[in-house]
């Protein structure tokens, strides 16, 4: 951030009165401008033994897999977040269960939130996101081809939590920040 | 949004190619502003059969009562920014249990993330945005003295759940949008 959003002049960091942490404030108007983690919500669709997983059609990580996701927007709730981008980038058609892994991911300000959900048919398709979207069984999981970290993490703890036929909530965090001195 | 944060020149409302939604866009550098919504981090710190409220020493809601709850920042877990808004507000030292309520609030853009917390100790006392912090027992819970909807929620889930003596998580929605017609 370089220029106030609200007057267009140029802001700088500056920590203010009551606060203890640098923000962006504006030199001109004096708007404080805060900036705080997004929120990627997500599905794991599941359809018998098999999960669906979509061939990213975008960077980053173009070419590889991942579980249907992407940044939550305003005016929906969670669930609809995450229903929605499984249907932009996979067409599918699912019901929601219960909301299954949350992983804060401090480095790069993000929290991903994934819902686990069932396949309610198989008319699935890519959307214009995806190269290619597919059910794997766990032994044809592409575990070297995944995206990201938390789609590793969200998989692992699946298919363990299914020998044991439950699926409660993990909360966990992914943190690559630098040590602070 | 008035203003590019990148260039400081105007923006416009307009939808991207390959996008569905309006954007606020710049119309000197094409930069694509995204808005999203923010976390709430909070506690429901307990001792013993009593939960800590805060009344507020701010707007909004002024005098009203408060779990200790505000928003995640970036370079922070939501157990850190969970513990750290309760220390921040009531000088809290308590041990982080389980995520308790997820609340989607698609009307103000807001997801509430509450936490189950053990207090270690008495020796909280209020922080700068609290008038005062105190202990409550189910029967003495202010509930028309109560700052947030979520709060509420949180609070009457936990009473309920004591009585069963489990506290699974909760993903709930308060949802005040105008229908779309």
């Given at each position: 951030?370089?220029?106030?959003?609200?007057?267009?002049?140029?802001?700088?960091?500056?920590?203010?009165?009551?606060?203890?942490?640098?923000r962006?404030?504006?030199?001109h108007?004096?708007t404080?401008?805060?900036?705080?983690?997004k929120?990627?919500?997500?599905?794991?669709?599941?359809?018998?033994?098999?999960?669906?997983?979509?061939?990213?059609?975008?960077?980053?990580?173009?070419?590889?897999?991942?579980?249907?996701?992407?940044?939550?927007?305003?005016?929906?709730?969670?669930?609809?977040?995450?229903?929605?981008?499984?249907?932009?980038?996979?067409?599918?058609?699912?019901?929601?269960?219960?909301?299954?892994?949350?992983?804060?991911?401090?480095?790069?300000n993000?929290?991903?939130?994934?819902?686990?959900?069932?396949?309610?048919?198989?008319?699935?398709?890519p959307?214009?996101?995806s190269l290619?979207?597919?059910?794997f069984?766990?032994?044809?999981?592409?575990?070297?081809?995944?995206?990201?970290?938390?789609?590793?993490?969200?998989?692992?703890?699946?298919?363990?939590?299914?020998?044991?036929?439950?699926?409660?909530?993990?909360?966990?965090?992914?943190?690559?920040?630098?040590?602070?001195?």
């Open positions: 951030m370089k220029f106030c959003s609200q007057c267009g002049k140029p802001v700088s960091q500056r920590t203010p009165e009551g606060d203890n942490r640098l962006h404030i504006c030199d108007c004096e404080i401008h805060y900036h705080n983690p929120i990627v919500a997500g599905c794991l669709p599941v359809w018998e033994d098999k999960v669906l997983l979509c061939k990213r059609a975008i960077e980053p990580r173009y070419g590889l897999w991942t579980l249907p996701a992407g940044f939550m927007e305003n005016d929906e709730t969670l669930e609809q977040a995450a229903e929605r981008e499984s249907r932009e980038e996979a067409n599918t058609n699912l019901s929601i269960h219960n909301l299954y892994t949350v992983i804060s991911l401090p480095h790069i993000q929290v991903y939130m994934v819902f686990r959900a069932q396949l309610n048919d198989l008319n699935f398709f959307g214009i996101e290619e979207v597919a059910l069984d766990e032994s044809n999981i592409p575990w070297d081809q995944l995206a990201f970290g938390t789609i590793q993490m969200t998989l692992k703890l699946f298919f363990e939590d299914r020998q044991r036929g439950s699926y409660p909530l993990h909360t966990c965090n992914i943190d690559h920040r630098k040590p602070t001195v």
